[in-house]
């Protein structure tokens, strides 16, 4: 069984900073790329960046400059860095990898449980 686990969230002031991680565990074959997406209330879950295995990001136009997504590949884990936090960051953040277990030839889309960020005074 895969997992993914995120920790890191938190209640932060505006234009503070958090660092949320997670680690992908279970019997790995390969990981393609891992991202973070988040959820705020009523509305639908967005991008916030992704990163391949090889170390290319993606990132939605309203964390540029503000976010960076990182990986250890040796580790299996992901990490984004989230500075200059605005009210509007205020979401619940979910943890992607596309993985494929060991002894088999699929990739699947694997979700954490979602850890939450509050951003405010």
């Known amino acids: 069984q895969v997992q993914l686990v995120e920790s890191g969230g938190g209640l932060v002031q505006p234009g503070g900073s958090l660092r949320l991680s997670c680690a992908a565990s279970?019997?790995?074959?390969?990981?393609?790329?891992m991202g973070w997406y988040r959820q705020a209330p009523e509305k639908q879950r967005e991008l916030v960046a992704t990163?391949?295995?090889?170390?290319?990001?993606n990132y939605a136009d309203s964390v540029k400059g503000r976010f960076t997504i990182s990986r250890d590949n040796a580790k299996n884990t992901v990490s984004l860095q989230m500075d200059s936090l605005k009210p509007e960051d205020t979401a619940v953040y979910y943890c992607?990898?596309?993985?494929?277990?060991?002894?088999?030839?699929?990739?699947?889309?694997?979700w954490g449980q979602g850890t939450q960020v509050i951003v405010a005074s």
């Open positions: 992607n990898a596309y993985i494929r277990p060991r002894f088999s030839s699929v990739f699947s889309d694997v």
């Open positions: 279970g019997s790995i074959n390969r990981i393609n790329a």
């Open positions: 990163i391949t295995s090889d170390g290319s990001t």
